[in-house]
């Protein structure tokens, strides 16, 4: 991985009050999704968002949660999970937290993500500092991890 700042090194931890999420958001604009809210997906952003490029991240893994997915961080940077960046409008975020039930089902942080297309808003090795839900629910079994990284929607037998 030539470049690449692993994400696990990068996340900041989740912050509960509400005034520093908002100055947060002010600073970082863009969200990694790697579900439903990817393009061509049932909440697909591209309607609401502006769509920046497909992008990776190292040191994430994905796994099957019923009939969505989820991501969580890993030491192993050799597990990475794909997905895409949006720049979000500062009126879409409370939105978002409330699909993903931010600090119960999963906890927003902030991480660098790879674009591995378009790369004028990235640094040099076309990092972009962007937000992510983490899958953090308590009790939760992680067993059905999405090999190659990328979440395609439900299986059909």
Request: charge should be neutral; charged fraction near 25%.
């Amino acid at each position: 991985m030539t470049g690449v700042i692993p994400a696990q090194f990068l996340v900041e931890e989740p912050v509960a009050s509400k005034s520093v999420m908002k100055r947060l958001e002010a600073q970082c604009e863009y969200l990694f999704v790697y579900g439903i809210l990817k393009r061509g997906f049932i909440l697909d952003l591209t309607y609401r968002a502006e769509f920046i490029g497909e992008a990776r991240l190292p040191g994430a893994i994905l796994y099957r949660i019923g009939s969505g997915v989820g991501l969580r961080f890993t030491e192993d940077l050799t597990k990475q999970a794909y997905g895409e960046v949006f720049k979000i409008p500062q009126k879409l975020w409370e939105w978002l937290d409330s699909i993903e039930w931010n600090g119960i089902n999963y906890t927003r942080k902030v991480v660098w993500a790879e674009l591995t297309g378009k790369r004028e808003l990235a640094g040099d090795w076309g990092n972009v500092r962007t937000w992510v839900y983490e899958h953090t629910a308590k009790g939760m079994v992680y067993n059905s991890p999405i090999e190659d990284g990328v979440y395609r929607g439900l299986i059909r037998v």
